[in-house]
């Protein structure tokens, strides 16, 4: 009896084992695709809110009223975001001065952004808020579990659109037309909505 139970213990140790080779074996992180974020119902405003800066210092949001806003919620150890932001870069530089105009939100410890930041050369705004910069997405009411999560906020300050997964420069071309498109009134705001959950 104590031999076959000594013969069972061997045999499940050495399952155990090899599950637990094979579980180490297998990626840490395994990227889903990309699915956009339905925002249906009503156009809402999105409500104003205030983070630090890189400096420290807090930026209220409405310091960058009247463009169209690409809200990108990040944070310095999600390998999807990290891949975003040369393209974010390139976007934000492109748009120029009158264009969309892109901030990075990181939900992360101030000195790791600011270190990231400086090493990859983010050029444009990036606020800081950890646990406070989740809550700025959710008081649009909009919940969300995973990053990066990019949301479209209009010159007027209305709630555009949210996408959830890593954006490539098809969505970025995408969501310069759909918002050209509604400057120059070819869309309504509904159409431009509509547009933006299909990205």
Known sequence: MHRSFLIFAAAFMALMAGALFYAARL???QAAPPQPVAQPGEI???PSFTLAGLDGEPRAFSE??????LLNFWATWCAPCRREIPLLNEFHAEQGEDG????????????????FAGEFGIA???L?????AIE???QSGITFNAMPFTMIVGRD????????GELHRKHLADIATILGRLDRDEISVESAKGALRRL
């Open 136 to 138: 700025v997405a959710e």
């Open 100 to 115: 969309i105009l892109v901030i990075g939100i990181a939900v992360d410890f101030a000195d790791a952004v600011t270190q």
């Open 124 to 126: 444009y705004p990036v």
């Open 157 to 164: 300050g209305r709630l555009l659109g949210a996408y959830l």
């Open 64 to 69: 960058f009223d009247g463009r169209h806003r």
């Open 27 to 29: 990626p840490v992180e």
């Open 44 to 46: 809402v405003e999105f």
């Open 128 to 132: 800081v808020g950890e646990q406070d």
